[in-house]
């Protein structure tokens, strides 16, 4: 089913991506985590429906999506970036394997964040981050999207990694096989794996060498 919605407002969280605030349509729910297909009700992208995810709470009044845009990909991001309130949009009904399973990791890279924004501001809302880790991987600091905010949820239990142009005193540093023996002693917990798809086959690859059950393992099949 597709939902007719419109853009409330836009604002940049980092120099690369914007929180888009939407009308939330009647009858619409989702779960943290899952992803929606959001398209521009507009000729030339009528037709050409993305998948982003929802990173507000469930029952928020509004919609919230945390997008990337890329300049060098086929231009819809950059369309969505551009665009003025009250432009009109659609979505999808909700979908994805991503969903909050129990305690355990986070591992994301980039714009993968986001499916995780909204579960952790949902423990965070009923005071249930105890048992949780972040490892977040981005090229440099200026790319770390609500970095502040998830610091703030999980103190030093949020592990950022910069794979380019670290901060002073950090070196560069992949989450790779190395990285995950290192972070964790945990096996039997849950992990959450979201990000470019080079990026999560390795992940899930390193921890399944680990020793981690693949029902442990959460992400977008």
């Known amino acids: 089913m597709a939902y007719a919605t419109s853009l409330l407002m836009s604002g940049f969280v980092t120099h690369d991506t914007k929180r888009f605030v939407i009308q939330r349509p009647e009858g619409f729910g989702f779960q943290p985590g899952q992803g929606v297909e959001l398209t521009i009700d507009r000729d030339p992208w009528r037709d050409e429906g ?9 029952d928020d009044r509004v919609l919230e999506l945390t997008i990337k845009r890329y300049r060098d990909s086929d231009g819809f991001t950059m369309a969505l970036s551009d665009l003025e309130p009250g432009a009109p949009l659609t979505i999808s009904d909700p979908f994805g394997t991503i969903t909050y399973q ?3 990791v986070f591992i994301a890279a980039g714009a993968g964040v986001t499916p995780f924004l909204a579960i952790l501001r949902r423990l965070a809302n009923e005071g249930s981050l105890d048992g949780h880790s972040l490892l977040f991987s981005n ?3 200026e790319d770390l999207i609500c970095g502040l905010e998830l610091r703030h949820y999980l103190g030093d239990r949020a592990h950022f990694t910069f794979t380019r142009q670290p901060p002073p005193g950090q070196a560069p540093r992949r989450i790779d096989a190395a990285y995950l023996s290192e972070q964790i002693a945990d096996l039997g917990q849950h992990f959450y794996v979201c990000g470019p798809d080079a990026f999560v086959e390795s992940v899930n690859q390193s921890l ?13 099949r």
């Open 208 to 220: 399944s060498d680990l020793g981690v059950p693949d029902e442990r393992l959460i992400y977008e």
């Open 50 to 58: 993305r998948p982003f995810t929802p990173t507000c709470l469930p």
């Open 102 to 104: 129990g305690p355990g």
């Open 139 to 141: 090229k440099a600091e």
